[in-house]
Antibody
């Protein structure tokens, strides 16, 4: 079974750093991109960026570039999303998704999401 | 990159058909056939329903279909069922090599 399993919920203070993870299994991890998507409370989906695990090439959304960092450790089939200095506005659920591109384009499956709460 | 525009809500009675629109620009929906649709039930992760405008993944009911005309994509749900009540989001690849999601549509089964 193809699945992405994300790390657990986090509660942090403004200014703190954080790294959340997304572990893929059941498929060739380096054959698909991993995309990250934000969903703020009661709001819609926003694409943050993607990484190609085969060579660590990264695409960021201009809206998030410079505020988050995407990385990957292909030896353990895990992608990461990290912040060096969290803000209250980073409070959201973050999803990773397996992302196929080329002659087709889709996000499937999605991880269960990681809830990040930033509060003083 | 602004979000694609979807109606906030669409409703229908069981058995009816409904259509959700997703309007973008000539730099996203109008430029590529890389439109996909996702269903999200409350508290759950999104699920792929349609990809590449009109293709249905294995396991997704054939009651779901997709199409595109110019800068607008559409998702049609026929034979509406109670289990279809959820939020639906469109997504498109863009000319900036990024992706944009729609504003989301809440589907209510009356």
């Amino acid at each position: 079974e193809v699945q992405l399993v994300q790390s657990g919920a986090e509660v942090k203070k403004p200014g703190e750093s954080l790294r959340i993870s997304c572990k893929g299994s059941g498929y060739s991890f380096t054959s698909y991109w991993i995309s990250w998507v934000r969903q703020m409370p009661g709001k819609g989906l926003e694409w943050l960026g993607r990484i190609d695990p085969s060579d660590s090439y990264i695409n960021y959304s201009p809206s998030f570039q410079g505020h988050v960092t995407i990385s990957v450790d292909k030896s353990i089939s895990t992608a990461h999303l990290q912040w060096s200095s969290l803000e209250a506005s980073d409070t959201a659920r973050y999803y990773c998704a397996r992302h196929k591109t080329g002659t087709t384009d889709w996000f499937d499956p999605w991880g269960q999401g990681t809830l990040v709460t930033v509060s003083s | 990159q602004s979000a694609l525009t979807q109606p906030a809500s669409v409703s229908g009675s069981p058995g009816q058909s409904i259509t959700i629109s997703c309007t973008g620009t000539s730099s996203d929906i109008g430029a590529y056939n890389y439109v996909s649709w996702y269903q999200q039930h409350p508290g759950k992760a999104p699920k792929l329903m349609i990809y590449d405008v009109s293709n249905r993944p294995s396991g997704v009911s054939n009651r779901f279909s997709g199409s595109k005309s110019a800068n607008t994509a559409s998702l049609t749900i026929s034979g509406l069922q109670a289990e279809d009540e959820a939020d639906y989001y469109c997504s498109s690849y863009t000319s900036s090599s990024t992706y944009v999601f729609g504003t989301g549509t809440k589907v209510t089964v009356l």
